[in-house]
């Protein structure tokens, strides 16, 4: 029987996500909420195959493929994740990931990639977006004029997102109030164009401020 690994910070993701494995006849050995504890379970379960999301709390899911992948050439690696993003895509790949799938991918993609994928191999989910229109040096452009708009403090803020902190949390870290915490957040939203916290992060894992 196959052994599966799901690190994700959210325990009703991991819930169905373990129930989805089990009834296929997997053993799903733990499930991990925390980026820097997936190493060591890594290590004492020796899983086949790790469900990794890239938003986790005191290390991020990027962070913890370069480490898990560095560990073992073997293990099947498949990154699960709200973000639709292709500059991620890139970077999952380039470190070792296997798969890149959606939160919302189907039931019957994300098995058939458990069942089929080999080391080396790597496959993107039907129900990623196709973004190939756009001009890469476009993107770098426009990158880079919105990078040179954060201020030091906000770029710290962001890196303190990024790894699933609350404002509280943040404003503990920095010794700032969470009101102000909250202000930088919106501040950063408006520079940049963006709606949401997801977007933030994303951006943040893009220009290598995690």
């Known amino acids: 029987m196959r052994k599966i690994l799901i690190a994700d910070d959210h325990s009703l993701f991991s819930s169905g996500m373990s129930a989805l494995f089990v009834r296929a006849g997997y053993e799903v050995v733990g499930t991990v909420e925390k980026g820097n504890d997936v190493l060591y379970e890594v290590i004492t379960h020796h899983p086949d195959i790790l469900i990794l ?3 986790l709390p005191k290390k991020n899911g990027l962070e913890v493929l370069k480490e898990v992948r560095a560990y073992s050439r073997d293990l099947i690696i498949l990154v699960v994740t709200m973000y639709n993003d292709r500059t991620l895509i890139n970077s999952v790949r380039k470190e070792g990931a296997n798969g890149y799938f959606l939160k919302n991918s189907g039931q019957t993609e994300l ?6 994928l080999k080391p080396g191999d790597f496959m993107v989910s039907v129900t990623v977006e196709n973004s190939n229109s ?10 880079f004029d919105r990078l040179i708009k954060l201020t030091v403090r906000e770029k710290e803020i962001l890196k303190l997102l990024v790894q699933g902190l609350s404002s ?5 870290y920095l010794e700032i109030s969470p009101s102000t915490v909250d202000t930088h957040r919106k501040n950063m939203l408006k520079k940049l164009s963006f709606n949401k916290v997801s977007e933030l992060v994303s951006y943040a894992f893009r220009n290598n401020l995690v």
């Open 134 to 143: 756009a001009d890469p040096s476009d993107l770098v452009e426009d990158e």
């Open 168 to 172: 509280k949390e943040i404003g503990e």
């Open 111 to 116: 098995l058939e990639a458990a069942a089929k």
């Open 53 to 55: 999301d890239l938003n």
